[in-house]
């Protein structure tokens, strides 16, 4: 999964697309990150394979993070190819988790706290390291190599 994600994300720089009125080296970092959260979650997930309960959590939490592609494409106006309004949308899901939680066993799990908080802290520090000189740099240099 993550290797195939950067690869069509690489892909998608090489071809110069991104959604209307985004910059392709910006956007570029939106699916790298996905699947460097993605990755992160999967690996904790199988290091917590025998603690079921928090083994669940960072697996839905990781299936959280890899959401945003298919809810930018909801014809909803305020999401329609707007990747930080999906963002935010799919925090709905773990809000959903975090009642689960607290319905459940009356306080929230640590792994929905440290796999969610790990997740909104990258998904909203990506937007301004994706608009640094830095980042267009390395977009830029990744678009030459494989060309």
Do not use: C, E, N
Not at 43 to 52: E, G, M, S, T, W
Not at 65 to 83: C, D, E, P, Q
């Amino acid at each position: 999964m993550v290797i195939v994600g950067w690869i069509a994300a690489t892909d998608r720089l090489l071809r110069g697309t991104a959604p209307p009125g985004v910059d392709t080296y910006f956007f570029y970092i939106t699916p790298m990150t996905d699947m460097v959260i993605f990755g992160a979650l999967i690996l904790f997930a199988f290091r917590a394979r025998r603690d079921p309960p928090a083994h669940k959590r960072i697996i839905y939490v990781a299936t959280v993070g890899i959401l945003i592609a298919a809810i930018a494409r909801f014809h909803v106006s305020w999401l329609f190819h707007k990747a930080p309004h999906a963002a935010i949308a799919s925090y709905a899901f773990l809000l959903l988790l975090t009642g689960y939680d607290l319905w459940s066993a009356h306080r929230v799990h640590r792994a929905t706290v440290w796999a969610s908080g790990f997740l909104i802290f990258v998904q909203q520090i990506r937007v301004p390291i994706g608009k640094t000189a830095a980042w267009h740099s390395f977009a830029a240099g990744v678009q030459l190599f494989f060309r």
